[in-house]
């Protein structure tokens, strides 16, 4: 596998290169053989805009903890403020694990970015291990037979692929257990330190909002405020399967207001257990392109609950969940032609995405409760593939108890989610809102995952919010989505 290969949150944002309506801010992309110099250019974003930028490096070392470790150079761009006295500068972090700030405020956050530079510097920092921050090899390409990707099988390969790599990088001189989100946030506190300022504010979406609350728990004095979406708590890299249900659930109801799409589909989990239980137990085998050269690919209900759940992240993909499963479940196996590319790349170890989640973990009791609620539940262990499969391959990662430990947050907050979120689902996102006393909360009906580009006034509350302006709780909507049969 090359290290473009898919990870565990990158299915969807894979995806996007041949489905338009997924979202690219997570995908994780090689280190270019010549990086650009630091200094001033023109950066281009959305729709063909560009604006003045400046490229920044400095350097960190791979992990603080070791004094024998290298240093590694972290890669930021800096979009200065037109504001006559500019506020703390707003970091973004990006989702991922494994997304680079630089690619996101490139595509539909690029006007959210402009608009923000009304009130402070606006800064895409590239993440250790992403983008230009990324200091991990990329490994030959395997010769190892792919998996059947079933749950058996992708996970079995897994584990023995990210235990010879972690090997393979750390004998190259790679520090592996610092691609954490502990020294994640250090490097952020390291970034503002650099930047000349006294506190900096934070701007991020998903696992962007995992590292927030880090920097929070441990740099809390460095920071003036924060906006975050799609909220993922120090305790929820590993979603709980029942929370995910509660979704599709809903998703079932909306699919009564097409009485069409209702007498096709009466029961929408029971279509969809249904396929996955029956290709699982009979994978369907698929031709597909690896790394240029023909393969064949045996998909079983594994790889279709882990390509679910990339589509139930936003309403645009979402949508097509009715016809898929229709025509799985009639044998017309060619509707999955769009996503070879994507099942081809799964077994793929990229390094920073994987180690990052083990790293963060999952705590024993929640563990035990996604394990219970797995067993029944439609997307079974799949949405955080390969957590939490690859737990215990390399025990030194984890960073414990006192990590995922939740606390109180008393920093001005504004807390952004959609309703139809099927990677964050608003469930869980209520639990991490508690810790924050001072918070604004913006709900977006009808509006997924990628929520500060789903509604035109998530934007201005964004910068009202950062210029120091009260906000209170909001409620947006969105239309409902329109399910399609074929």
């Not at 257990?273 to 240029?292: C, F, I, Y």
Request: proline fraction near 8%; charge should be neutral.
């Amino acid at each position: 596998m090359t290290q473009a290969s898919l990870h565990r949150r990158a299915l969807l944002a894979a995806a996007g290169l041949v489905l338009p309506g997924l979202a690219l801010a997570q995908t994780v992309a090689s280190t270019p053989p010549l990086p650009p110099p630091a200094g001033p250019f023109r950066f281009k974003g959305w729709k063909g805009l560009e604006t003045d930028a400046e490229r920044g490096f400095f350097e960190v070392p791979e992990d603080r903890r070791d004094p024998k470790s290298r240093k590694i150079r972290l890669s930021y761009v800096r979009f200065a403020s037109t504001a006559a006295k500019p506020g703390p500068p707003i970091v973004y972090l990006a989702g991922g694990p494994g997304g680079t700030a630089t690619r996101a405020l490139a595509g539909p956050r690029f006007p959210i970015m402009m608009a923000l530079r009304d009130v402070a510097d606006v800064i895409a920092f590239d993440q250790r291990g992403t983008g230009l921050s990324n200091h991990i090899p990329e490994r030959p390409l395997s010769s190892r037979p792919l998996p059947d990707l079933t749950e058996a099988g992708l996970t079995a390969y897994f584990r023995e692929d990210f235990k010879s790599a972690w090997a393979d990088w750390t004998k190259a001189g790679v520090a592996m257990t610092g691609y954490n989100t502990e020294q994640n946030a250090d490097d952020i506190d390291d970034l503002r330190r650099h930047l000349g300022a006294e506190k900096v504010s934070l701007w991020g979406i998903s696992y962007g909002t995992h590292l927030a609350l880090t920097m929070l728990k441990r740099h809390g004095d460095r920071v003036s405020r924060v906006a975050l979406a799609s909220l993922e708590g120090l305790d929820q890299t590993v979603k709980r399967p029942a929370a995910v249900d509660a979704l599709l659930q809903h998703v079932d109801g909306l699919l009564a207001a097409d009485p069409a799409v209702r007498a096709a589909i009466p029961d929408l989990p029971a279509l969809m257990r249904r396929v996955h239980t029956k290709m699982e137990a009979a994978p369907v085998k698929m031709p597909a392109t690896l790394n240029g050269a023909p393969v064949e690919l045996k998909i079983g209900g594994f790889a279709i609950q882990l390509m679910t759940g990339g589509l139930i992240a936003n309403p645009q993909t979402l949508v097509m969940l009715p016809g898929l499963y229709l025509a799985l479940d009639a044998g017309r196996y060619e509707v999955l032609a769009p996503f070879m590319g994507e099942f081809a790349n799964i077994p793929g170890i990229a390094g920073m995405p994987e180690a990052t989640d083990l790293a963060s973990g999952i705590s024993p009791g929640r563990l035990a409760l996604v394990r219970r609620e797995a067993k029944t539940a439609v997307l079974g262990e799949a949405l955080n593939f390969p957590m939490p499969q690859l737990l215990g391959v390399v025990p030194e990662a984890d960073l414990g108890e006192a990590f995922r430990a939740s606390f109180r947050i008393d920093h001005p907050a504004l807390l952004i989610a959609g309703t139809l979120d099927g990677r964050t689902p608003v469930s869980e996102q209520d639990e991490v809102a508690a810790q924050f006393t001072r918070k604004a909360r913006v709900t977006v009906d009808n509006a997924g995952h990628n929520v500060f580009e789903a509604h035109p006034d998530v934007q201005g509350l964004l910068v009202r919010f950062f210029r120091g302006e009260a906000v209170v709780d909001t409620r947006l909507s969105l239309p409902p989505p329109t399910f399609k049969l074929g």
